[in-house]
């Protein structure tokens, strides 16, 4: 079962304690620098299973489109998708 949950970065601390902690998490941002914090501070708050999607929202778009321009970091989105 999928579950959602669009939420700002400035809202994680509070809404940490209800996140299932058995479940993976896979955060994103439009550029990957917020979700990088993000994975970070559920990290840092004994969550195991947290992964980044590296380079953001673009980077993840850009790979699915072929985009050879934005390379670097379509490359990094699958190396942290592995």
């Known amino acids: 079962m999928r579950a959602e949950v669009n939420l700002p970065l400035s809202r994680l601390k509070e809404w940490m304690a209800t996140l299932d902690r058995d ?28 992964s980044d999607l590296l380079g953001g929202y673009k980077a993840w778009s850009a790979a699915q489109a072929g985009e050879p321009h934005d390379r670097a970091a379509a490359d990094g989105f699958h190396t942290a998708m592995r």
Request: net charge positive; hydrophobic share 45%.
């Open 23 to 50: 479940r993976t998490i896979v955060v994103h941002c439009a550029s990957g620098y917020r979700s990088s914090v993000a994975a970070s501070l559920l990290r840092r708050a004994g969550l195991q299973d947290v």
